[in-house]
């Protein structure tokens, strides 16, 4: 913001204005606009959408306001494996009530981002989940300057700013302690059972998953990946739908 000489607290303004601009661009075919941000005066996208959007569009929702956001959009929330999914249900179930008040219809399923270590062997699995799942929690520690306190001063940054109080308090191992309870490692028993606690818990979701992340190595991955894809994602795909929690009245 700083190299546009704009200011970071026009963040969730400038987001929540563009974003209806481009959807319903893909729709028409026209980009249009005349809020505070964008003037932009109707003109034709080329290559034209030759196909519908609707109900594939997906939108990061970390904070309350980006949940509420997604809703608007009647876009996918994607979230992240970072923290226990206990603490991200009540923006959850915000998020689909505030769906089915805007557009009358129950909210697309969560896709949930994860960083997964899957291994034959649990020992190994919660050493490597702790190395590498731990370095990628230590990338974002001085990616998003976590240890300052600038969040605070940001509008539409409160998660940003939770996340940052945690980090003070807890330090690297309590942020990595907490992404290990929400992400997947282990043995494919051990992940699907956690999979399958997390869906008792949120509903039918989707899943977007990472093998190579915080430096893992190659052969790391690739063993990951096609365990992973012999033993859990059969099991995954035979699971029949289960229906969103309702959000309390």
Same mark, same amino acid.
């Given at each position: 913001? #700083?190299?546009?000489?704009? !200011?970071?607290?026009?963040?969730?303004?400038?987001?929540?204005?563009?974003?209806?601009?481009?959807?319903?661009?893909?729709?028409?075919?026209?980009?249009?606009?005349?809020?505070?941000?964008?003037?932009?005066?109707?003109?034709?996208?080329?290559?034209?959408? !030759? +196909?519908?959007?609707?109900?594939?569009?997906?939108? /990061?929702?970390?904070?309350?306001?980006?949940?509420?956001?997604?809703?608007?959009?009647?876009? +996918?929330?994607?979230?992240?494996?970072?923290?226990?999914?206990?603490?991200?249900?009540?923006?959850?179930?915000?998020?689909?009530?505030?769906?089915r008040e805007l557009h009358?219809?129950?909210?697309? #399923?969560?896709?949930?981002?994860e960083f997964c270590i899957?291994?034959?062997?649990?020992?190994?699995?919660?050493?490597?989940?702790?190395?590498?799942?731990?370095?990628? /929690?230590?990338?974002?520690?001085? #990616?998003?300057?976590?240890?300052?306190? +600038?969040?605070?001063? /940001?509008?539409?940054?409160?998660?940003?700013?939770?996340?940052?109080?945690?980090?003070?308090?807890?330090?690297?191992?309590?942020?990595?302690?907490g992404f290990m309870q929400?992400? !997947?490692?282990?043995?494919?028993?051990?992940?699907?059972?956690?999979?399958?606690?997390?869906?008792?818990?949120?509903?039918?979701?989707?899943?977007?998953?990472?093998?190579?992340?915080?430096?893992?190595?190659?052969?790391?991955?690739?063993?990951?990946?096609?365990?992973?894809?012999?033993?859990?994602?059969? /099991?995954?795909?035979?699971?029949?739908?289960?229906?969103?929690?309702?959000?309390?009245?």
């Open positions: 913001f #700083h190299a546009f000489r704009l !200011s970071m607290d026009e963040s969730r303004g400038r987001f929540d204005e563009a974003a209806p601009m481009i959807i319903n661009a893909l729709k028409t075919g026209f980009m249009e606009g005349d809020g505070p941000f964008y003037k932009q005066p109707r003109v034709e996208i080329r290559p034209r959408p !030759s +196909h519908s959007f609707d109900g594939r569009i997906y939108a /990061v929702a970390s904070s309350e306001d980006s949940v509420r956001s997604a809703a608007k959009l009647g876009a +996918h929330m994607v979230m992240f494996a970072d923290r226990p999914w206990e603490m991200r249900l009540p923006a959850i179930e915000t998020g689909r009530k505030l769906h009358g219809t129950e909210p697309p #399923h969560l896709m949930l981002t899957c291994s034959s062997n649990l020992a190994e699995a919660e050493e490597e989940a702790r190395k590498y799942q731990g370095k990628f /929690v230590e990338s974002n520690f001085y #990616h998003y300057e976590f240890l300052g306190d +600038h969040f605070a001063t /940001v509008k539409g940054y409160d998660a940003y700013q939770q996340k940052a109080e945690i980090a003070r308090k807890t330090g690297l191992e309590g942020a990595v302690n929400a992400a !997947s490692w282990g043995t494919p028993d051990k992940i699907l059972r956690g999979l399958e606690a997390r869906r008792d818990l949120l509903g039918t979701y989707e899943l977007n998953v990472a093998f190579r992340f915080g430096g893992t190595p190659l052969e790391v991955s690739e063993r990951g990946l096609r365990l992973f894809a012999k033993e859990v994602l059969p /099991v995954l795909k035979s699971w029949q739908p289960k229906p969103a929690k309702l959000a309390a009245e």
